[in-house]
């Protein structure tokens, strides 16, 4: 399901072995999440760039966001973070189709992708 994926974000640096998966219901409930959070939980893509969340740093992740952005504070789930600690949630978007978004929470600025979770 996720060559695709694997392909464009390479597992540096090499030899990583996926974490503990970050069992949030509400990632669970995600059609694909549970395959993806098994095969990377916890690794880094591109020596850094890209880092999925795991058991550990995803309630501190979801901590960051509500303190940065109490209004989402009930809904943020951050599946992952990049190299500037900005989160990546799942949500959705006035009623849209489920999509992803960032929260760039040292710039207090939170921006939505077109990109779907895979």
């Known amino acids: 399901m996720f ?3 694997a392909s464009n974000f390479r597992l540096l640096p090499a030899g990583q072995v996926a974490g503990e998966p970050w069992r949030d219901p509400r990632l669970l409930s995600l059609a ?8 990377f939980a916890g690794c ?11 058991a550990r740093t995803g309630p501190q992740g979801e901590a960051w966001i509500a303190e940065a952005f ?3 504070a009930s809904r943020a789930c951050p599946f992952g973070y990049d190299w500037l600690r900005q989160a990546v949630r799942s949500g959705r978007q006035a009623g849209r189709r489920r999509r992803a978004s960032c929260a ?9 992708t077109a990109l779907s979770l895979i």
Do not use: K, M
């Not at 880094?44 to 795991?54: A, I, W």
């Open 104 to 112: 760039a929470i040292g710039a207090g600025d939170w921006a939505w």
């Open 44 to 54: 880094s893509f591109e020596n850094g760039l890209y880092r999925l969340q795991d």
């Open 70 to 72: 109490p209004q989402f």
């Open 3 to 5: 060559e695709v994926f």
């Open 32 to 39: 694909d999440y549970p395959e993806l959070a098994a095969r």
